[in-house]
């Protein structure tokens, strides 16, 4: 019986033995040949960001330190300060930026900086001295593209001869800088990029594969290889093989090289013309195969003795690292991205588990990304309403003021110059759109000002304004917009002396109204009800300065409760509250 079960229990296990050592020889080629595929693709990946990176840097130093510097600023054009005036004071800030840049990318590139306005050059480099002898006007690739329309360009493996040595091979991206205020061309700004960059990248190869990778131009001569005596050499005369040529072989094939079989990958770049080769000896897969072979007559051994005493170890073994990583899965599901519980497990269970948590921590990051996008959204879709309001009765302002200083001589001259003069100031501060209900009252006095002038002092105005609200934040040019609005569509066609009045009162612990109203002649219910429609509509009227802008500004910064609300009579005036938070901190995105 005993004898019976081993036999039962040997038999599968032969039969998997036999099976599993054949089956894992072809598995193992095809899994290095996958692994050479992706790290090949990987690699073409890596060098192509980071030259899109010296590309990104070459333009961001050419025209500003970032993408939210301010035009007015010129200290934030240090590269454009140099070319204009080379001056000590322009060539330190230039020369500290682009250090900045070159340590930030771990010192892999060197920049030069040809100046075409009769100005010095500047030369920034890592590791290496510069030769400041040499100029690259008499090189073909810097007349060509002098002489082309492109902005940038690469220029593949080339001797950097403004450095001193032999074996300086760089990857070379060249920009033309033009003056941002005229247009003219001011300079070329060269980023070469030490070759030795790409060694860097593909820390993931061993020796003997970094020797065999090999990257080639469009036409098959060698432009990157860990042996630099190989540059600008045929492909075919660096690793002769039998075959067709390489533009017929497939992506993945095993070809024969003096004598040997190798495993030969290509795959091309995305963004240059180049092509990468990867070759791998076969022989190397029997060297994996014999060490595997040993290991499964190991694990046969090790199976038929344990087979008893250790099911219900493995069967725990397996199904742990299961448990740990569904109960993180549901953590996940909760939205419980951080601090998950590590699953520890060496099989494949482990590599899945490591991957839950870089899909989780991406996750995350897209979900912040989102909000932050969003923020973003929310700030740019404000400030686009609120650069929409814009002051534009000051031209009848004007018009008054010309009015009164041919007519006669007054010091209602100087009152209406010095409030509008207050206006322009207070419209133009960019310093914070929040203000506080104090600033509001004092710029709609002025307003007022040139209004009673306008009108013949045919408007009154009444302010009845409790102390303890005008330190609560309000968004500016709230209250102008609205007191403008009963002026122009409710008092000016009133034969008798029309009246405003302000008022602002805390309608509880969390919030502040102000109530404006006026006797003018008020809104029938259906201009009333269209009003409100407009109201309604989050994204605003286009153009608009009026109630509906006001109301959409103040829901999208402090929240759907606050805004602006109304209620109107033909005949008997209109009254508009405005919603406010009482104190600071509570703005919203």
């Not at 961001?60 to 939210?68: A, L």
């Not at 008499?138 to 450095?163: C, G, Y």
């Not at 009579?569 to 995105?589: D, N, S, V």
């Amino acid at each position: 019986m005993m004898v019976f079960f081993l036999l039962l229990i040997l038999v599968p296990i032969l039969t998997m033995f036999i099976n599993s050592y054949l089956s894992s020889q072809q598995l193992l080629e095809r899994k290095y040949t996958d692994l050479l595929m992706d790290v090949s693709r990987q690699s073409n990946i890596r060098i192509e960001e980071f030259l899109d990176d010296t590309r990104q840097i070459s333009l961001i130093s050419s025209y500003g330190i970032n993408s939210y510097a301010s035009a007015i600023s010129q200290e934030n054009y240090p590269i454009q300060n140099y070319l204009r005036d080379d001056s000590k004071s322009n060539e330190e800030q230039a020369t500290q930026l682009l250090m900045n840049y070159i340590t930030m990318k771990d010192r892999a590139f060197s920049v030069y900086v040809y100046n075409l306005n009769h100005g010095k050059d500047l030369y920034i480099s890592s590791n290496k001295p510069i030769d400041y002898t040499y100029y690259p006007a008499n090189e073909a690739w810097f007349r060509q593209f002098l002489e082309s329309d492109d902005v940038t360009i690469d220029v593949p493996t080339i001797l950097d001869k403004q450095t001193k040595g032999d074996k300086n091979w760089a990857i070379l991206n060249a920009r033309k800088i033009y003056d941002i205020d005229n247009g003219s061309l001011l300079g070329i700004m060269v980023v070469s990029i030490d070759l030795g960059f790409i060694n860097k990248l593909n820390e993931r190869l061993g020796t003997s594969s970094k020797s065999a990778f090999t990257i080639v131009d469009a036409n098959d001569n060698v432009i990157f290889n860990n042996d630099y005596s190989l540059m600008d050499k045929p492909f075919r005369e660096v690793f002769p093989f039998a075959g067709g040529s390489p533009e017929t072989l497939s992506d993945r094939q095993v070809v024969t090289s003096k004598g040997k079989d190798y495993i030969l990958i290509r795959s091309k770049f995305e963004q240059h013309a180049w092509t990468t080769y990867l070759y791998m000896p076969v022989d190397e897969l029997a060297v994996e195969g014999d060490i595997l072979k040993r290991n499964l007559m190991l694990i046969v051994v090790i199976l038929v003795i344990f087979a008893f005493a250790s099911s219900l170890y493995f069967s725990n073994l397996i199904t742990r690292p299961i448990k740990r990583l569904m109960n993180n899965m549901t953590l996940v599901e909760q939205g419980k991205f951080d601090n998950l519980p590590a699953v520890k497990s060496n099989d494949e269970i482990g590599l899945l588990a490591i991957r839950f948590e870089h899909m989780s921590s991406e996750l995350k990051d897209m979900v912040e990304r989102i909000y932050q996008e969003q923020e973003e959204k929310a700030e740019a879709e404000i400030r686009a309403l609120q650069a929409q309001i814009n002051p534009h009765f000051l031209y009848n302002t004007l018009n008054s003021v010309k009015w009164i200083a041919s007519m006669q001589r007054s010091d209602k001259i100087v009152e209406m110059t010095e409030a509008l003069i207050s206006l322009l100031r207070y419209s133009a501060k960019t310093e914070n759109r929040l203000v506080t209900v104090r600033d509001e009252i004092e710029n709609i006095q002025h307003y007022l000002t040139i209004q009673k002038v306008r009108y013949f002092n045919k408007i009154a105005v009444h302010f009845d304004i409790e102390e303890e609200t005008l330190d609560s934040p309000i968004l500016k040019l709230t209250i102008q917009p609205i007191v403008e609005n009963c002026i122009f569509h409710g008092i000016a066609d009133l034969d008798e002396k029309g009246l405003v009045t302000i008022s602002t009162a805390r309608h509880n612990e969390q919030e502040v109204r102000i109530t404006i109203s006026d006797n003018g002649k008020g809104m029938d219910v259906e201009t009333a009800e269209r009003l409100r429609k407009r109201m309604a509509d989050s994204g605003g009227s286009s153009g608009s300065i009026g109630v509906s802008n006001v109301h959409n500004r103040l829901q999208r910064v402090f929240g759907l409760k606050y805004g602006l609300q109304f209620r109107s009579e033909l005949g008997a005036g209109t009254t508009f509250i405005i919603t406010i938070p009482a104190h600071k901190g509570r703005e919203k995105p």
